[in-house]
T-cell receptor, first 115, second 115 residues
Framework: EAQVTQNPRYLITVTGKKLTVTCSQN?????MSWYRQDPGLGLRQIYY???????DKGDVPEGYKVSRKEKRNFPLILESPSPNQTSLYFC??????????????FGPGTRLTVT | AQSVAQPEDQVNVAEGNPLTVKCTYS??????LFWYVQYPNRGLQFLLK??????LVKGSYGFEAEFNKSQTSFHLKKPSALVSDSALYFC?????????????FGTGTRLTVIP
């Protein structure tokens, strides 16, 4: 089954304790992206990657890191989480066709609470 | 700068009635336009997209959307609403001139279909 998986699905942590949210896709997609969803703000892009070893900042990258060492994986790293990073996080992936119009496939989400 | 507006946070409609979820956008040049749906505790699912050609686009689950360039709108419609259509709907835009498949999302509209 074609899918994007994220782990963990739920996480409660404390300020300053480093954490990683994993994302993996099995569709051989070149493009991967992380979003955060907050009430009244919709989805905002954190980081994206157009291929292995190619990453770039989205609209809200502060406090986050990513890496793309393999095509299928795109982990999101919070080196020192703070309460304002409490949010619902989504990973997404897609092909990068010639027109760049391929729809994105989303993971199930990770609900993070930082106390 | 690009932006997407979904002017209604909440839309209520009776089962069997037609529904419309509104979306307007602001982007330099011509955009690619998307609608996604989010069911409770799930990731976003692709519904439909406008790339070029016919202004009326048909998508999944009987939904359609009409692209109106002069009004910079891309409203989502369905002739007869089902209770199962109750969900959170997001409009998104991708500027054509960007190389990456980065989407800019609206804030979402919660659709409730009343039995």
């Amino acid at each position: 089954e074609a899918q994007v998986t994220q782990n963990p699905r739920y996480l409660i942590t404390v300020t300053g304790k480093k954490l990683t949210v994993t994302c993996s896709q099995n569709m051989n997609h070149e493009y991967m992206s992380w979003y955060r969803q907050d009430p009244g703000l919709g989805l905002r892009q954190i980081y994206y990657s157009m291929n292995v070893e190619v990453t770039d900042k989205g609209d809200v990258p502060e406090g986050y890191k990513v890496s793309r060492k393999e095509k299928r994986n795109f982990p999101l790293i919070l080196e020192s989480p703070s309460p304002n990073q409490t949010s619902l996080y989504f990973c997404a992936s897609s092909f990068l066709g010639a027109s760049g119009t391929d729809e994105q496939y989303f993971g199930p989400g990770t609900r993070l609470t930082v106390t | 700068a690009q932006s997407v507006a979904q002017p209604e946070d909440q839309v209520n409609v009776a089962e069997g009635n037609p529904l419309t979820v509104k979306c307007t956008y602001s982007v330099s040049g011509n955009p690619y336009l998307f609608w996604y749906v989010q069911y409770p505790n799930r990731g976003l699912q692709f519904l439909l997209k406008y790339i070029t050609g016919d202004n009326l686009v048909k998508g999944s689950y009987g939904f359609e959307a009409e692209f109106n360039k002069s009004q910079t709108s891309f409203h989502l419609k369905k002739p007869s609403a089902l209770v199962s259509d109750s969900a959170l709907y997001f409009c998104a835009v991708r500027p054509i001139q960007t190389g990456a498949n980065n989407l800019f999302f609206g804030t979402g509209t919660r659709l409730t279909v009343i039995p």
